[in-house]
């Protein structure tokens, strides 16, 4: 079956782009990581557009990009961990299709971000303020049609919750 759109938000760490793409396959659907795009668009790192121009405009590009590709049908997007943030994001998912999260433990996500240097929000924090930045977002992701609890499962496996969540309509 293929669908309008599905957007995965979560954590950093908690899958969204590693299921996104397996979700994309299994169904026949195009994939769309956000942070991928940003940087082709870009032409530079998500490191380097944080250090250049400061958070504030990371989101304006990315938020940019969402609603570009809103006119497309049949995608699968995992989104940047912090696209829940503005209301505008949120309007635009809800009315183009169905917002999955990933719930991710804070320990899981840790392990996942292990020697992570890609991604700026966990090279400028420390653990406290990034977990403090992990609890503040957790009512936001919960805001999401489906949640799926993946920290006992494999990226398969995920899938398969999702299709069958899907399914139930
Ligand atoms: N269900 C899973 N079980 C075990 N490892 C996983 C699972 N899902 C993802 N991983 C691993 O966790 C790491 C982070 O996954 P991924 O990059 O897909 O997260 P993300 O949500 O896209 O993060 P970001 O928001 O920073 O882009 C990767 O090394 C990936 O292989
Ligand atoms: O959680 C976040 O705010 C981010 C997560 C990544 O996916 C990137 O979008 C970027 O590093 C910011
Ligand atoms: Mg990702």
Do not use: H
């Not at 497309?72 to 505008?88: A, D, N």
């Not at 949120?90 to 991710?104: D, E, H, K, P």
């Not at 840790?110 to 653990?127: H, I, K, M, T």
């Not at 930045?133 to 006992?152: H, K, P």
Request: aromatic share 8%.
């Amino acid at each position: 079956m293929t669908y309008k759109k599905i957007y995965f938000v979560g954590f950093m760490g908690s899958g969204k782009s590693t299921v996104g793409k397996l979700l994309a396959d299994a169904l026949g659907m195009g994939f769309i990581d956000l942070d991928d795009e940003v940087v082709k668009r870009q032409q530079r790192s998500i490191n380097a557009i944080f250090r250049e121009e400061g958070e504030d405009v990371f989101r304006r590009y990315e938020s940019e990009l969402l609603k570009e590709f809103s006119v497309k049908e049949g995608l699968v997007f995992s989104t940047g961990g912090g696209i829940i943030g503005s209301e505008r994001n949120w309007q635009i998912m809800n009315s183009c299709g169905v917002v999955v999260f990933l719930a991710c433990s804070w320990p899981t996500v840790l392990a996942r971000l292990e020697g992570s240097s890609e991604r700026p929000l966990v090279n400028q924090n420390d653990l406290e303020s990034l977990k403090a930045l992990y609890e503040s977002r957790q009512e936001l992701y919960r805001r999401a049609d489906v949640q799926i609890d993946v920290d006992e499962l494999t990226p398969e496996e995920v899938v398969l919750e999702i299709k069958q969540k899907l399914a139930q309509g």
